[in-house]
């Protein structure tokens, strides 16, 4: 499976936009960038997803780079609950794999 | 809406002891379901699948079991529990037939064996 490399942690302030970053420089043509986030004694939950094109949803942005390289997952205005440890997965089309595997993700600390 | 019910939230067990775990999903119908484990400071092992009523796979030979007595119920089982069970035990669910498709998680159950 193609890897991801985020930074370990990042920190930002209540009230401002964050760009959390990931590299994946050996994804696929067919590897879906998928974008989860866990806080503290909760499960994994899914934000947001795409392929070639920005993503938008009710959570965040997803801007991909053009050669599919890097992504970068934007929170527009940071609260104190987006304080997780974010995740940035590849998922591959068409193998009937089931499972998600996560890395060591980037830990955001949101500062009030 | 659809939501994913998981219970307990935590549990204590002493070794030998036997396991069940359900989790249920609300809003859809014939979801894809799982069964994952997080071990502490590491990342998320799935343990089982099932896309329908009685379809289980296994991911890893285990002290484990799964069953899917329902469209919308998933249940983790064992008989005699080992020290190594110990973990944060997670459902998700996730629709159609594509992997691609977004896993929705439920909330753990912390198990603890002694």
């Known amino acids: 499976d193609a890897k991801t490399t985020q930074p370990n942690s990042m920190e930002s302030n209540e009230e401002e936009p964050v760009h959390l970053p990931c590299n994946h420089s050996t994804i696929s043509g067919t590897d879906y960038i998928h974008w989860y986030r866990q806080l503290p004694s909760q499960g994994p939950e899914y934000v947001i997803h795409g392929l070639t094109s920005n993503v938008n949803n009710r959570m ?41 595997t996560f890395g060591s993700g980037t830990r955001l600390q949101v500062q009030p | ?38 071990a502490a400071g590491r990342g998320l092992q799935l343990l089982f699948y099932s896309v329908g009523i009685g379809q289980i796979s296994s991911e890893v030979p285990q002290n484990l079991s799964a069953s899917r007595p329902q469209d919308r119920q998933f249940i983790l089982s064992s008989k005699k529990l080992l020290l190594s069970d110990s973990g944060f035990y997670l459902c998700a669910w996730s629709v159609g037939h594509s992997s691609n498709q977004p896993q929705h998680f439920g909330d753990g159950t912390r198990l603890s064996i002694l």
């Not at chain 2, 002493?14 to 484990?37: A, D, F, I, K």
């Open chain 1, 60 to 100: 965040a942005s997803l801007a991909i780079a053009e050669d599919r390289k890097s992504s970068t997952l934007i929170l527009h205005r940071a609260t104190l609950r987006d304080a997780a440890v974010y995740y940035c997965i590849l998922v591959r089309e068409g193998t009937g794999r089931r499972a998600l």
């Open chain 2, 1 to 38: 809406s659809q939501t994913i019910h998981q219970w307990p939230a935590t549990l204590v067990q002493p070794v030998g002891s036997p396991l069940s775990l359900e989790c249920t999903v609300e809003g859809t119908s014939n979801p894809n379901l799982y069964w994952y484990r997080q």
